[in-house]
């Protein structure tokens, strides 16, 4: 399911612009979103499920048009929705919550209902805990409660805004993994800071800075901006103070530090390959 | 509709302090009030005293079942469950009305159950199971309107105000628009909007104070009297039709709260 967005403008009222005139196209299968926070993310990813009201611009969704109500309801049908202030009712179980929002999402035959409910729950490793209450879950197992319920009515396009803010590293891949593993003929578009997401999942990417889009390709084509950007500096003095640090790790002989620099930031800085982070950097900064 | 509210009736089913509020006003209601509630039970007529009962019910209850409900449709975006439910096909107006009737019908359980187990309790006693059906009848037409216009004010206000503070307005407006003597000063009491059901506990079940005083209609020198038209029958239909009206009104305005 491809998405075609054009000039799409937000202003929230105060004057606050979230998106700027912002044009990208996002094919089917898994595309990522980076950004800092404030970039504007969350606020495409709203208007994308039809919770938000652009200001100005077009945004087509297959073949539905979001900003009349007649397209945000019909994507609505298609789309699983994982947002990044993601809560459940504690005084449920996860099975219940699960049924509760497979009705919401038209699924009424409760044999169906059940079945897909046990499937959703295998999926995301709940199955033994589903019949407890959310309350006594903890952060990465709601996080997992929000991904089933997002994956209940099988959607052609699945949302998830930050899915692994606050989640611990083994949950974190777990997680990532599972979201590539369900593109295939789906759309997954997914919006983070976490760079390394990213890498780890997606072939095409999209930066937002300030509400506009500033790059828009694959992994490599950001990574390649960095190129002999990258910098190793081994030095017991004061840290380099041209270019952004990127990491700063304790060394034999002081510390060992990584910088993305446009030239070289200390005396006896080596080149590096880069990665994902630092085509980032390289772009932003 | 028939989803949420069912999902709602469970979850408010489940709360511990519905049960324990309510169950605390009835047990402090028979306690304190005990000269009342015996003054009530020993009344030879059934009818007096299911309509005496109705109206202690009233006076009371409200107040705590007002307050609890006071989280329930402002604690979905409290508990970031609304982008979830607001990115499903179903129909937000349709949500809106389900979890209200959910909530409603969640607590007309406890009310039900206080207020019965009176009437069945005073039926057994008495030998008199007539007042079965004068429970009954002033359930409907008392104790269930005052629950929905309770749960639509209590559902929508607090989308305008913050929840505790609706919490102490809504407690302060309870016992000044149903409980004053309106020739003390302004007052909503004895009138058409007095949700604690004046005018029906009046005209349609014909219950009168000892001593024959009025609960409804006009009071001589009294300010607001024209919400107070004369109590007759038609009167007493129209005021439980304002009251619903006025729920309804509220929950309008509740689901066409603005987006961002």
Redesign the interface.
């Known amino acids: 399911m491809r998405i075609d967005i054009d000039r799409l403008t937000k202003r929230?009222?105060g004057g606050v612009t979230a998106l700027d005139g912002l044009s990208l196209e996002v094919p089917t299968g898994m595309f990522g979103l980076l950004g800092a926070n404030g970039a504007g993310k969350t606020t495409l990813m709203?208007i994308l499920?039809?919770?938000?009201?652009p200001t100005g611009g077009s945004v087509r969704v297959g073949e539905h048009d979001v900003t009349t109500r007649a397209g945000r309801?019909a994507v609505?049908?298609v789309?699983g929705?994982l947002?990044q202030?993601?809560?459940?009712?504690?005084?449920?179980s996860a099975r219940?919550f699960l049924d509760?929002?497979a009705?919401?999402?038209?699924i009424d035959d409760r044999t169906e209902r059940r079945r897909r409910v046990g499937e959703v729950l295998e999926i995301v490793a709940l199955a033994g805990d589903a019949g407890r209450k959310l309350k006594g879950y903890s952060g990465g197992m709601r996080r997992r409660v929000?991904i089933a319920?997002a994956l209940l009515a099988g959607p052609r396009l699945l949302i998830v805004d930050e899915p692994t803010a606050g989640l611990d590293p083994e949950e974190r891949i777990r997680f990532r993994t599972l979201l590539a593993q369900l593109a295939g003929d789906r759309t997954v578009l997914l919006s983070t800071h976490i760079v390394d997401d990213v890498a780890q999942t997606c072939r095409e990417l999209a930066v937002l800075a300030s509400g506009a889009l500033v790059f828009r390709g694959t992994v490599e084509e950001l990574t390649s901006r960095a190129s002999d950007r990258v910098w190793s500096v081994i030095t017991a003095g004061p840290a380099p103070t041209g270019g952004t640090i990127v990491s700063a790790v304790p060394h034999a002989a002081g510390m060992r530090y990584r910088v993305v620099a446009p030239v070289s930031p200390a005396a006896g800085a080596e080149t590096v390959e880069p990665n994902l982070e630092d085509g980032y950097l390289a772009l932003v900064k | 509709m028939i989803t949420a509210a069912r999902y709602e009736l469970r979850m408010m089913l489940r709360k511990r302090s519905l049960w324990v509020s309510l169950g605390v006003i009835v047990v402090l209601l028979a306690a304190v009030g005990s000269q009342q509630v015996r003054e009530v039970i020993r009344q030879d007529d059934p009818k007096g005293t299911m309509l005496s009962g109705a109206l202690l019910v009233n006076i009371f209850l409200p107040v705590a079942y007002g307050c609890l409900l006071a989280d329930r449709l402002v604690r979905d975006h409290r508990l970031g469950v609304a982008a979830i439910l607001d990115a499903t096909p179903a129909s937000p107006v349709a949500r809106l009305t389900g979890k209200y009737l959910g909530v409603c019908a969640a607590v007309t359980a406890p009310v039900a159950l206080a207020y019965f187990g009176f009437a069945v309790a005073y039926a057994i006693a008495s030998g008199r199971f007539a007042a079965l059906g004068w429970a009954l009848a002033a359930f409907a037409l008392v104790l269930l309107p005052a629950v929905l216009f309770v749960g639509a004010f209590a559902l929508a206000v607090p989308l305008v105000v913050p929840a505790p503070l609706f919490r102490v307005l809504f407690v302060g407006y309870w016992f000044w628009g149903n409980s004053i003597t309106p020739d003390t000063m302004p007052t909503l009491a004895h009138s058409i909007v007095t949700p604690i059901g004046s005018y029906p506990m009046q005209e349609l079940l014909g219950f009168r104070i000892r001593g024959g005083e009025t609960i409804a209609g006009p009071v001589p020198g009294a300010a607001l009297n024209f919400l107070r038209p004369e109590a007759t029958p038609v009167t007493a239909w129209l005021s439980i039709g304002v009251l619903l009206v006025l729920a309804a009104l509220a929950l309008a305005a509740a689901s066409v709260r603005p987006r961002r």
């Open positions: 929230y009222r709203r499920a039809g919770l938000l009201r309801a609505r049908r789309l929705y947002p202030e993601l809560g459940v009712y504690p005084d449920l219940e509760y929002v009705l919401l999402k038209g929000g319920q």
